[in-house]
């Protein structure tokens, strides 16, 4: 069992930025990869992030590269997301998801435990 808690949304103007936090409990957490994903109204939920269990290995969606960064630390069993030059279109739930069994896949339905999700709202 994997317990997933997010925390850093909020509101904040385009181009701003905001740190997404995601604590984990439960299997140890340096054994699996770990994404995060987001849904907008009336949207499909879709990959942003995700990163292998040592952090060695990053994969990111091409709406989001370069803007933003996924990092891991192991000690703290907390997974981040640092959102820089944020845009409207970003607006979103942003969820983040363990998978035990991959390393990291864009493909929602491989990850196995999800957390309850945190709102991010970028304002024009």
């Known amino acids: 069992q994997v317990q997933l808690v997010e925390s850093g949304g909020g509101l904040v103007q385009a181009g701003g930025s905001l740190r997404l936090s995601c604590a984990a409990s439960?299997?140890?957490?340096?054994?699996?990869?770990m994404g995060w994903f987001r849904q907008a109204p009336r949207k499909e939920r879709e990959f942003v992030a995700a990163i292998s269990w040592s952090g060695g290995s990053t994969s990111y969606a091409g709406s989001v590269k370069g803007r933003f960064t996924i990092s891991r630390d192991n000690a703290k069993n907390t997974m981040y997301l640092q959102m820089n030059s944020l845009k409207t279109e970003d607006t979103a739930v942003y969820y983040c998801a363990a998978d035990l069994l991959g390393s990291g896949s864009y493909y929602y339905l491989d990850y196995d435990y999800w957390g309850q999700g945190t709102q991010v709202t970028v304002s024009s």
């Open positions: 439960g299997r140890t957490f340096s054994s699996y990869a």
